[in-house]
């Protein structure tokens, strides 16, 4: 008589394939490819251990485990992603939303009132996660997503149907504000931050599976920096407000190719764990 397979031997068995993957979260991991696999959820995947493996189960679950070993995320592998308590669809073309990301929406939500209806820009919007957060907030605000990539494009534009903010959104192609007319209320960007010798410190599933094109910031990590200061000073309007993302020991070097961009670094905002992580912006009092 053949090994009696179970959900929980299963899971155990991932466990140490991740744990010898150097994966630290190999338990939760695991239950999230197999509420995933299985088309569970991860509450039911949790409750039912002793739930004996149905045909197709344990293949479909080996090929995520494979995924996975091989240093890949858990939302590029399910292809979604929790920000902002809203679900992103995410695809090898863009990166998965970031918690400290979350950083960018909270202090540009106190920049305003909460009956706002600020006009939004989005410099290299990605999923559209920052954007599409904050126009979920702001009911009558309107925004436009910029970025590089044609594929990144596709997935914001699917994002805001699915969240159903298709009709206060606008994205288009764009290098920085190449193809952008008029100014904005608020301008957001997370740019590519990472300098090129940081790479190989990188986590294997940002190094190996996020798309450079959106992590690389060149030698010092502040080419990006260089090209949106000037676009950010372009458009925006009198009075308006820019947040941008940066690196946790950037908020000096940031914000001074800012400063040089004719823009007033206002404020260095901290994440949760007290790194610095968003420059506040506006126009410079001398312009």
Known sequence: MGRVETLGTLLDE????????GIDSAR?????????????DASRVIAHPDHMLEPGQREAFEALLVRREGRESVAHIVGQCEFWS???????DVLAPRPDSETLIEVALKAFDKDAAPSILDFGTGTGCLLLAL????????????????????????????????????????????TVDGQ??????????????????????VARHEPRLALSGGADGLDCYRALG??????????????????????????????????????????????????????SKET
Do not use: C
């Not at 991932?14 to 993957?21: I, K």
């Not at 809203?86 to 090898?92: E, H, I, M, P, R």
């Not at 596709?154 to 969240?163: C, F, G, I, P, S």
């Open 28 to 40: 939760l991991d695991a239950r999230l490819l197999a509420a995933h696999a299985f088309g569970w």
């Open 135 to 178: 126009l979920s907030e702001w009911p009558e605000a309107r925004g436009l997503g910029v970025d590089i990539s044609e594929a990144a494009l596709a997935v914001a534009k699917n994002n805001a149907r699915r969240l159903g903010l298709e009709d206060r959104v606008r994205f288009q192609m764009s290098d920085w504000d190449g």
């Open 230 to 283: 000037p676009a950010i000073a372009r458009r925006l309007a009198p009075g308006a407000r820019a947040f941008v993302e940066i690196g946790f020991d950037q908020g000096e070097t940031a914000a001074a190719v800012l400063t040089s961009a004719g823009l007033e670094v206002l404020a260095v905002h901290r994440d949760l764990a007290g790194n610095a992580r968003v420059i506040e912006a506006g126009a």
């Open 14 to 21: 991932a466990v140490l394939r991740f744990e010898a993957a």
């Open 86 to 92: 809203l679900d992103f669809t995410v695809t090898g």
């Open 184 to 205: 904005f209320d608020l301008i957001i960007s997370n740019p590519p931050y990472i300098a090129d010798g940081d790479f190989p410190a990188l986590a294997p599933e």
